[in-house]
């Protein structure tokens, strides 16, 4: 029978709906009718092939087996005769197996510094983590802290995971304590590495991270590129004091034969102390204007729906064990669940532990279709990052400004239609 | 059983969008 994935939406508007896939923000547009005729046939139990022959018109018995073609593209409907492919498995777990670090960064989101903080696990109880996120295979497993490599068993505990593990096992660092003698044994244990730089050279680094960083994380690289090791990543925060750097900065990474990420400045941890600073109040860019200079199929295009996977499909363990739906939720008010309670990460396991916290319930209150916009019909273009929701959610003013400043053009932009073409008559 | 005579309103290009 006719059936749609557990992630799928839909959203009416006039004679319009939209269905769309929050796993990988696709989406497809049809008539009311068109959705009305298809959802009577869903709620009949109908098969794809019994639904095509209710139709009397061959037109239309053609138009909806290019409609379920297109709902198979996008992962709506399932292979012909597959049952849904509802899959949970996780795609990215991060572990911050310590809160401590040697920089102490100012715009960082976590808070970590040196003197401070706490490794928070002993090696064995580590092991034992471990052991719970090689059981479900996630496509990715990220160590990260802090700064991982300030562990002392660093090593033993990623040859622990290297033994274990074969999907992509990912470091996060700041790159600072790689060095001749043990970068031969770190490119061997892991498949990629994301480095912390923000910045260009010495005095555009050290703002951010302190003196003498540039020079290091630079000769870090080298060490590994001398190894044979080339996935190596170098990553940029934008902030209002570097912001001008990021087309030097992609020119950097392509010298070093790197690649460059660029990510939006988060004021949580230290960031929320320092976010007058690092990015003090600007005019919001005029949405329209920004957008204006596309056309419409390339702005529908590039319009996904939001496919934030936080505590769906991606969570983060910290040091002391608590899991939080990602690196950029991690107040107490999110916590899911603590991983020394399972037996085992799996999700249906995860997700009846998460049921005696209130992290899912606050979790799900940020998403578009739940929050305050759940009425508006373009509330699942508009967020990208539940993070910015949570950012936003209690300050009525900075909410309010950001709505008005978008969503007559996100109207404008997601139920538009093209201009019929003309047609020629000769 | 279903029987569906002739949809009226269609959308005549099926695109994909938000990749």
């Keep these: ?426 | 059983m279903l029987k569906i005579v002739k949809i009226t309103d269609k959308i005549e290009k099926l695109d994909v969008k938000g990749q």
Aim: proline residues 3%; neutral net charge; contains cysteine.
């Design chain 1, 1 to 426: 029978m006719i059936s749609f994935h557990k992630e799928s939406r839909t959203i009416e508007h006039g004679n319009r709906v939209i269905i769309g896939n929050l796993k990988n923000g696709q989406w497809i547009k049809l008539s009311k009718e068109c959705y009305q005729a298809l959802k009577q046939g869903m709620d009949l139990g109908l098969t794809e092939e019994q639904f095509i022959n209710c139709l009397e018109d061959p037109d239309d018995q053609n138009y909806f087996k290019q409609l379920f073609e297109k709902l198979r593209y996008i992962d709506i409907l399932a292979p012909q005769g597959k049952p849904p492919q509802n899959n949970s498995r996780w795609k990215h777990i991060y572990f911050a197996i310590t809160n401590r670090c040697n920089l102490s960064c100012i715009h960082c989101c976590y808070n970590a510094k040196s003197g401070a903080g706490a490794d928070g696990m002993t090696t064995d109880e580590l092991f034992s983590v471990i052991d719970k996120i090689v059981q479900c295979s996630p496509e990715i497993v990220t160590i990260s802290g802090g700064e991982p490599m300030l562990r002392k068993d660093f090593f033993e505990i990623l040859a622990y995971t290297r033994q274990r593990y074969e999907g992509k096992l990912t470091l996060s660092t700041n790159g600072t304590l790689i060095h001749s003698r043990n970068v031969r044994i770190l490119a061997r244990l892991i498949d990629s590495i994301d480095i912390s730089l923000d910045g260009v050279d010495e005095a555009s680094c050290a703002y951010i991270r302190g003196p003498g960083v540039f020079d290091k994380v630079t000769e870090s690289v080298r060490l590994l590129q001398k190894e044979g090791f080339y996935k190596i990543s170098l990553s940029m925060v934008s902030v209002d004091q570097n912001k001008h750097l990021e087309e030097q900065f992609h020119l950097l990474n392509k010298e070093l034969g790197t690649r460059a990420i660029v990510r939006h400045f988060s004021p949580i941890g230290r960031g929320y102390i320092q976010k007058d600073h690092l990015s003090p109040f600007h005019e919001i860019q005029d949405f329209e204007t920004a957008t204006g200079r596309f056309d419409l199929e390339f702005l529908q295009s590039a319009a996904s729906m939001c496919t934030c996977g936080a505590g769906k499909k991606e969570i983060l363990i910290d040091y002391d064990g608590s899991i939080y739906p990602c690196g950029l939720l991690i107040q107490d008010r999110y916590k899911l669940c603590s991983v020394h309670e399972l037996e085992t990460l799996r999700h249906e396991v995860f997700e009846r532990s998460c049921a005696s916290y209130s992290g899912t319930k606050h979790l799900d209150e940020l998403w578009p279709d739940h929050s305050k916009c759940k009425d508006c019909k373009v509330n699942l273009f508009c967020w990208s990052c539940l993070q910015h929701m949570d950012m936003l959610k209690d300050d009525e003013e900075a909410f309010n400004r950001r709505c008005k400043s978008r969503k007559k053009q996100l109207y404008s932009i997601i139920w538009s239609e093209p201009e019929p073409v003309p047609q020629i008559i000769r």
